[in-house]
């Protein structure tokens, strides 16, 4: 006799920071054994506050911070500054927890300079507006729950990526989104490599480390096409010991797409649109192994979505979306990331805004019936 598996209903939004001196973005969430929730994420200064400046997605004094709940509901007022690079701005703290309770974050910087000394630089570069140059991902690892922070280290490039950085050397591995630690132990990362420059065109690939993150090595590409732009990638490990990955693309008419592997990382099979809009995505797997994929919806009404999926993640096409949110004040909001706060509960995390407000981080706590 089937069993119906659960829904899932919204219960409530909360508002985890805002404050107005500050533009907050880009935020990750895990549970620590003792229950209590670790949240990171990006802030900067708020521009419009000095002059009516304009408020965008790098900043040479943003930096990664976090906040702490025990329930996901209550959340400490006073962010703690997790890192500050020494050489720009960074971005998108992504949080890992080993099954060993060491925790990894990864994110990477922009470098600011001069536009005139740019193109005295070795390159080629990514510049993201004039004199703001990509510096690549790095990583820190904490073995004392978030507490200190160990780092920056440097993984190494992705073979096929164009850029270097702006000390004429290889642009070291990045990305946004959810690493895996696998069953047998081995850490799996997709991470973005810019394989053409004219037009610039991003491709995935995947790295691993087999030591817990204190090296990486490359393994194999995981989407590329001569049109499409793949970037901002989550991974999730199936009961079955699939590899899927979960892609944010471009020219692709916003269409989130996935790819597969079934030999623990060796191939991935071509990948695949999925039939929805909305990026970046991330996966939970829930209690009853069903993942619940979250994922920012930047057209009007703007706001945040999710899609229940089978176990080994095959019906996401078919799947039900959910709305959460459709009341965002514009396109920059998004970038959710869950958690399990209990057997019956989940929050889902993301930046937000209000009537194109200041952006801060807020939550949607769901409960399965």
Not at 33 to 46: D, K, M, Y
Not at 171 to 185: I, K, Q
Not at 318 to 334: K, N, V
Request: include cysteine; aromatic fraction near 12%.
């Amino acid at each position: 006799m089937s069993v119906t598996p659960p829904t899932y209903r919204k219960v409530k939004d909360i508002v985890i920071y805002d404050d107005d001196k500050f533009f907050s973005a880009f935020p990750s969430v895990v549970q620590r054994a003792n229950g209590e929730l670790l949240l990171a994420f990006r802030r900067a200064p708020n521009r419009e506050l000095m002059g009516g400046g304009e408020n965008n997605h790098v900043h040479p004094n943003s930096y990664l911070v976090s906040l702490r709940s025990p329930d996901g509901k209550t959340w400490t007022k006073q962010p703690e500054l997790i890192y500050a690079h020494d050489i720009g701005g960074s971005q998108d703290p992504c949080l890992l927890q080993l099954r060993d309770g060491t925790l990894i974050c990864t994110s990477y910087a922009w470098t600011f300079m001069s536009p005139e000394r740019v193109p005295h630089l070795k390159g080629p570069v990514h510049e993201s507006k004039p004199g703001v140059v990509f510096s690549g991902g790095y990583y820190l690892k904490s073995v004392d729950e978030g507490k200190h922070w160990q780092g920056p280290f440097y993984p190494p490039s992705v073979p096929k990526e164009s850029f270097i950085n702006p000390y004429g050397q290889p642009l070291p591995a990045y990305n946004r989104g959810a690493m895996v630690e696998g069953s047998d132990g081995r850490l799996f990362w997709v991470c973005a490599a810019n394989e053409c420059l004219t037009p610039r065109r991003a491709a995935t690939h995947l790295m691993i480390s087999e030591d817990k993150g204190q090296s990486w090595h490359y393994s194999c590409p995981v989407a590329t096409d001569a049109e499409v732009t793949f970037s901002e990638t989550s991974i999730h490990e199936t009961p079955n010991g699939d590899l899927v990955a979960f892609m944010r693309t471009n020219n692709f008419e916003d269409q989130a797409c996935i790819a597969r592997s079934t030999d623990g990382g060796k191939s991935f099979q071509p990948w695949q649109g999925m039939g929805f809009k909305g990026h970046p995505l991330h996966a939970l797997r829930l209690p009853d192994d069903r993942v619940l994929l979250v994922y920012g919806y930047r057209h009007e009404p703007y706001g945040i979505r999710c899609r229940i999926l089978n176990a080994e993640c095959t019906d996401f096409a078919s799947a039900t979306e959910m709305i959460l949110r459709e009341d965002g004040g514009g396109f920059d909001i998004g970038y959710p990331w869950a958690v399990q706060l209990d057997s019956t509960h989940v929050l889902v995390t993301y930046y937000f805004n209000v009537a194109d407000g200041n952006r801060h981080i807020a939550g949607t706590i769901l409960a399965c019936d």
